[in-house]
């Protein structure tokens, strides 16, 4: 793919807020609240976004990917409630991964509240398996059941009536998401970028980092180039010699924090099924050549 050039990220102009300086609670928007769990990493950035989702006045909200079983979160969430007087009549989660599913069957029996997901083993014996296209009436409001497959076969995406969409890992607040082998899919996940466009949504609230608002089209459009880039970057290491993974990842992710290559590799396995996909790459194991 000779000439992509390297995507410019529009977020880089935007007033978002610095690494560790998101609130632990803000409320986004009349429907919707943001408690960021205390579980900070490189994969996590400032942590996991939990949301609350509920018509103001209604007296009840649903909780969107509760995040890991802290108590801390539980108590800032639990607080987050009481600040809105409403009680959580449902839990939903994006996808399977604990840093968003941990909490769905505990917190669920402690708010008697049923959870759902695309997964049934997220869901639970007694929870509900989402399809996508449904419509969820719930706390006041409605939510659209979006799917979203790629970073994770199960992965779904919510959207309010607001226009705002809540993504979790299929587009993050900073940087890019991962799509992982061989759980994740890189054809479904740029149709499904393709598909969230397509709602033209007014923000995307991610599972991790700030809520983006400024315009959400363009970030879409940039993760798209994104993909298209790295397949580039991956041909020309093999151009230059690289011929396995461990190789690739060195070439192309060189100034990137060696603490996320492992997550790297399991994204360059991901892209070079799709260029294998493609016919453009021959695969043999860990190693890799051009046809």
């Not at 607080?79 to 989660?93: E, H, P, Q």
Request: proline share 9%.
């Amino acid at each position: 793919m000779p000439g992509v050039r390297i995507p410019v990220d529009p977020r880089t102009t935007w007033e978002l807020p610095a690494p560790g300086a998101m609130p632990r609670t803000a409320d986004l928007e009349p429907l919707v609240t943001r408690v960021l769990a205390p579980n900070p990493s490189p994969m996590t950035l400032d942590g996991t976004n939990t949301y609350l989702v509920g018509a103001p006045g209604s007296g009840q909200v649903v909780l969107v990917d509760p995040g890991p079983d802290d108590p801390a979160h539980l108590a800032a969430v639990e607080a987050a409630l009481a600040a809105r007087d409403a009680r959580c009549v449902a839990v939903l989660v994006t996808h399977h991964h604990g840093d968003h599913a941990e909490a769905a069957l505990p917190w669920g029996a402690r708010f008697d509240a049923p959870v759902a997901a695309a997964d049934a083993r997220v869901a639970g014996p007694e929870g509900r398996v989402l399809a996508p296209g449904e419509r969820l009436a719930l706390a006041g409001t409605a939510l659209d059941v979006v799917p979203t497959p790629g970073h994770t076969a199960d992965h779904l995406a919510f959207r309010l009536e607001s226009g705002a969409v809540l993504v979790g890992d299929h587009v993050l607040g900073r940087g890019t998401s991962v799509v992982t082998h061989p759980e994740g899919d890189v054809l479904a996940y740029l149709a499904s970028l393709r598909r969230v466009h397509d709602l033209g949504p007014s923000a995307l609230y991610c599972g991790h980092g700030p809520e983006l608002t400024e315009d959400p089209g363009a970030v879409l459009d940039f993760y798209r180039a994104h993909r298209a880039f790295r397949e580039s970057q991956l041909l020309a290491a093999m151009v230059r010699g690289a011929g396995t993974v461990d190789e690739l990842v060195a070439d192309v992710y060189a100034g990137v924090p060696r603490e996320v290559w492992p997550a790297a590799a399991q994204s360059t396995r991901a892209t070079l099924a799709k260029l294998a996909a493609d016919g453009h790459v021959v695969m043999d194991g860990d190693r890799v050549r051009l046809p």
